[in-house]
């Protein structure tokens, strides 16, 4: 059964940085496109980035562009979200997903198959 399983969000004032990690089970990342969203109450969720590691492509939303970026540690199967620069918009549930979206579904929801349950970050003005 595939699990993921995201942590280290937290509170953070205007300016910070933060990252959050997302570890995976049953699968290898390396094998698929690892993806990040975040959800703000009363929002949609919505696409932060995301990368290919089979052919090194990564993207970004605009807001996040230039302050965020994604790593990963395959030794421990671990994939990172360095969140730098961090304002106050940034509040919200960081979710990261793994799925092999084609490339007009790279920046959906619908492109990803297995989704983690969310961790919490908030920033402070």
């Known amino acids: 059964q595939v699990q993921l399983v995201e942590s280290g969000g937290g509170f953070v004032q205007a300016g910070g940085s933060l990252r959050v990690s997302c570890a995976a089970s049953?699968?290898?990342?390396?094998?698929?496109?690892v993806g990040w969203f975040r959800q703000a109450p009363g929002k949609e969720r919505e696409f932060v980035a995301a990368?290919?590691?089979?052919?090194?492509?990564?993207y970004y939303a605009d807001s996040v562009k230039g302050r965020f970026s994604i790593s990963r540690d395959t030794t421990i199967n671990t994939v990172y979200l360095q969140m730098n620069s961090l304002k106050p918009e940034d509040t919200a549930v960081y979710y990261c997903?793994?799925?092999?979206?084609?490339?007009?579904?790279?920046?959906?929801?619908?492109?990803?198959?297995?989704w983690g349950q969310g961790t919490q970050v908030t920033v402070s003005s």
């Open positions: 990368r290919r590691w089979s052919v090194g492509t990564t």
């Open positions: 997903a793994a799925g092999r979206p084609i490339a007009s579904t790279i920046r959906t929801i619908a492109g990803y198959r297995y």
């Open positions: 049953s699968i290898t990342f390396g094998e698929y496109a």
